[in-house]
């Protein structure tokens, strides 16, 4: 079984609902075990067209499912909460991001692991920090200490 980083976020609709029935969602299918997740915060859209404020949180699993497998069945479950893809960056009813598949480094079309740029936004270290502060990032630093380099960074 892979340790496995989700980013949950949403910010279309009942915000903190859509991540609770993801949760509900994640942990039905097969070969997925939840182990913790973080607390849910307020974020402000980074990048793409004017919209409202995220909520935004990470989930811990254990899972067997293989990184394609379990991206499948991410999307799945967004589509079904009303996800449609219409511009990069845009507005969302719900985002399911697989951030770290235990140590799998993957470049393969539409999945790449470590998530890209994961360790350069706050709002997704942070909660990573949150569910494992010694947990390392791409560019070798650990989650609890990146978290603290980007919330000291200016704006």
Do not use: K, W
């Amino acid at each position: 079984m892979a340790d496995v980083f989700l980013g949950l976020g949403a910010n279309l609709g009942d915000r903190g609902g859509a991540l609770r029935s993801a949760l509900a969602d994640l942990q039905l299918l097969p070969d997925l075990r939840l182990r913790a997740v973080s607390t849910a915060r307020r974020t402000a859209p980074v990048g793409g067209p004017p919209q409202p404020d995220f909520v935004n949180a990470a989930a811990r699993f254990e899972c067997a499912l293989p990184p394609r497998r379990l991206l499948d069945c991410l999307q799945t479950i967004e589509r079904r909460h009303g996800r449609v893809r219409r511009e990069a960056n845009g507005p969302r009813t719900l985002d399911l991001d697989l951030l770290l598949y235990g140590p799998a480094r993957l470049s393969a079309p539409g999945l790449d692991l470590p998530h890209p740029r994961l360790h350069e936004r706050l709002f997704v270290v942070e909660p990573l920090a949150e569910l494992a502060p010694r947990l390392p990032l791409p560019g070798g630093a650990t989650a609890a200490v990146r978290a603290r380099e980007l919330a000291a960074a200016p704006a």
